[in-house]
């Protein structure tokens, strides 16, 4: 991923630390945020309408991207809606954007342009903002950079009155930068059953082709503790699902001096029985050297056994420009280890097809890797040169070649079927969400296979055992085993949907929203 901006930003907040308000302390003395003048004007356009009170208004939020993205979202929505702040559609649209890849960027402008035609106020957040705060349609917009999301309230309210700020500084704690906002902000859960935890934002690559680097930084972790607590309060408020998440959790801990398996098993013994925890994307690198004890981990009954390794390509040749810091035999070794010793073990990666300089011996290469280890799950994207990273200067590879690839790796993919023989099997399956269509409930088992049961109220949030009747390419189907009961994984009743989470802990009276609509699109 490249380095940061070529040039600092000159127009940025002052640094925060934790030793700042928190929102609920701002909330109780709600003081206007008196406007800094400033040299340059995009940075703050204040046209003040006092008869709007900060705090009555409706507010659309909508998140594209990765979960940990997601995560942000749910922090912005808790503390807007215990500000008083109606999360429904809107007198402003709150915008989270992901800058991975052109189209989520392109969906992301159009809602900007949408929001617009329609007189709305307009708050962007997330990644493209972050990275490229300059761009021409975001002239006149709020930004909320990826570590402020815990002053929300103040950019909104601001926005609410017409002026324009944006806050887009680095949290730092004695001059170490920290991972980001507070974890103990309240928040409002997309799913009151599943807890997003970020363990640490940004990463310690410069792949070529990232613009992530860009908004996301360096290597920042949170420390053990804080992440334990954070599981602890999750669970007293019905939490029966952990997912780790950041740009690479393998990286974990290296900058604060412990590791991602020491934090796993401080998390392990919070965990009550018959609760998961799901572990995030890690890069390969970082991962090598844990092996061992990630083995242990996977296997521990608490922890789905399932990692996200992205590979990306399997010519080392591609990999080098991709600078990537790993070849082809590192990917290797890493699932072969952990198949042997995790049994059953699901590894999902990750593929750009068309990456600049790719060769067709290069993608045979990738193909041949696919067909080796036929991954139950496999996220196959066609490369998109993103404006500012090294890669968009290379020599590109012909659109319709790399379209062909990216159909033929489909095609591949396609045609196994990476469940059939779990057909008959008994397995215990914990039920967290609901399908799509609505005609089933979606639950897990040990290796996140996605099983389909049947759709009954005394089956959400808990652990039954089913007997698989039917597999498909993506999901396995289950009926409830005739002498068996639901488990009650949850300490506690799970809050309703809606409900903003760690109120309480903090002192305040919990509230739960008429309505809530935070969609979500992962790209």
């Not at 934790?18 to 008196?34: A, L």
Request: charged residues 25%; aromatic residues 8%; contains cysteine.
């Amino acid at each position: 991923m490249p380095s940061a901006c070529d040039s600092p930003i000159e127009d940025i907040e002052d640094m925060v630390s934790f030793n700042d308000p928190t929102p609920h302390e701002r909330q109780s003395s709600r003081k206007s945020i008196i406007p800094r003048s400033r040299k340059n004007k995009e940075y703050f356009n204040c046209h003040y309408v006092s008869s709007l009170i900060p705090g009555t208004q409706k507010i659309w939020m909508k998140t594209w991207g990765c979960s940990h993205n997601n995560s942000d979202g749910e922090y912005m929505a808790g503390q807007l809606a215990s500000s008083g702040y109606k999360m429904t559609e809107a007198d402003l649209w709150l915008l989270n954007s992901c800058t991975v890849k052109n189209p989520a960027e392109d969906h992301f402008r159009n809602s900007i342009k949408k929001a617009q035609e329609q007189q709305k106020k307009v708050v962007v957040a997330g990644c493209v903002p972050q990275a490229q705060p300059r761009m021409d349609y975001l002239k006149g917009l709020s930004i909320i950079g990826v570590q402020q999301i815990d002053r929300v309230v103040e950019v909104v309210d601001e926005a609410v009155k017409g002026h324009s700020v944006r806050l887009l500084g680095q949290k730092k704690d004695g001059g170490r930068r920290l991972g980001g906002a507070r974890l103990d902000l309240p928040k409002i859960r997309k799913n009151p059953l599943i807890e997003i935890i970020s363990i640490n934002t940004g990463c310690l690559n410069a792949c070529t082709y990232c613009k992530t680097k860009h908004a996301r930084g360096d290597l920042a972790s949170y420390p053990i503790e804080e992440l334990a607590e954070r599981a602890r309060q999750s669970f007293q408020e019905g939490v029966c699902e952990i997912w780790l998440t950041s740009e690479d959790t393998g990286a974990y801990g290296r900058d604060i001096g412990t590791d991602l398996p020491t934090l796993l098993w401080r998390l392990v013994e919070e965990i009550p029985e018959g609760a998961m925890l799901r572990l995030g994307m890690t890069n390969p690198p970082y991962i090598l050297e844990h092996l061992e004890e990630m083995a242990k981990i996977l296997n521990h009954p608490r922890v789905y056994a399932f990692l996200h390794v992205p590979v990306q390509s399997a010519s080392d040749s591609v990999l080098m420009d991709m600078k990537r810091e790993y070849c082809i035999d590192d990917f290797r070794r890493v699932v072969d280890f952990l198949k042997e010793r995790v049994p059953g073990v699901t590894i999902a990666t990750d593929i750009i097809c068309g990456f600049p300089g790719e060769t067709e011996e290069d993608f045979q290469a990738t193909v041949d890797l696919v067909k080796c280890y036929r991954f139950p799950s496999l996220f196959i994207n066609q490369f998109y040169p993103r404006p500012g990273t090294p890669a968009a200067k290379m020599e590109q590879v012909p659109a319709h070649v790399k379209k062909q690839r990216t159909k033929e790796l489909s095609q591949l993919f396609h045609s196994y079927n990476p469940y059939d023989h779990k057909v008959g099997e008994r397995q215990n399956v914990l039920v967290t969400e609901e399908s799509f269509d609505a005609q089933y409930y979606v639950a897990h088992n040990k290796f996140y296979e996605q099983v389909l049961v049947p759709k009954r109220s005394e089956f959400k949030g808990k652990m039954i055992e089913v007997d698989i009747y039917e597999a498909g390419k993506h999901f396995l189907k289950g009926r409830p085993a005739e002498d068996s009961k639901p488990f009650t994984p949850s300490i506690a009743a799970p809050l309703e949907k809606g409900a903003v989470s760690g109120l309480m802990q903090l002192g305040s009276k919990n509230v739960l929203l008429n309505f809530i609509q935070i969609s979500v699109s992962h790209t």
